[in-house]
């Protein structure tokens, strides 16, 4: 009934950009936070950055100053801007968010999107 669906990773050498895309289909009623989190292989899922419905937004003390999260309510997406990156970016990167169907507009559940790949090497 909700897809999350990412874009947008790949390969790119240290130091450079990339910007990821997640688009939120489906029967919604209304979206609550919205967020990436990334996981590496071998490591644990570990939030990156996460943006409110108003706006608000947190991150990971590792990616501050380097990524941008920010949100287009009106097409239920939410964007990730990676820049100056590091091979310890490198992970599959996944998109969350708290939705509200219309089936049920009073319970709020969270739903994750496949994943997409980033990989940082040179």
């Known amino acids: 009934q909700v897809q999350l669906v990412e874009s947008g990773g790949g390969l790119v050498q240290p130091g450079g950009s990339l910007s990821l895309s997640c688009v939120a289909s489906?029967?919604?009623?209304?979206?609550?936070?919205m967020g990436w989190y990334r996981q590496a292989p071998g490591a644990q899922r570990e939030l990156v950055a996460v943006?409110?419905?108003?706006?608000?937004?947190n991150y990971a003390d590792s990616v501050k100053g380097r990524f941008t999260i920010s949100r287009d309510k009106a097409k239920n997406t939410v964007y990730l801007q990676m820049n100056s990156l590091k091979p310890e970016d490198t992970a599959v990167y996944l998109c969350?968010?708290?939705?509200?169907?219309?089936?049920?507009?009073?319970?709020?559940?969270?739903?994750w999107g496949q994943g997409s790949t980033v990989t940082v090497s040179s």
């Open positions: 489906g029967s919604i009623f209304s979206i609550n936070d």
């Open positions: 943006i409110t419905n108003r706006g608000s937004t």
């Open positions: 969350t968010a708290d939705i509200r169907t219309l089936r049920n507009r009073l319970v709020l559940s969270n739903y």
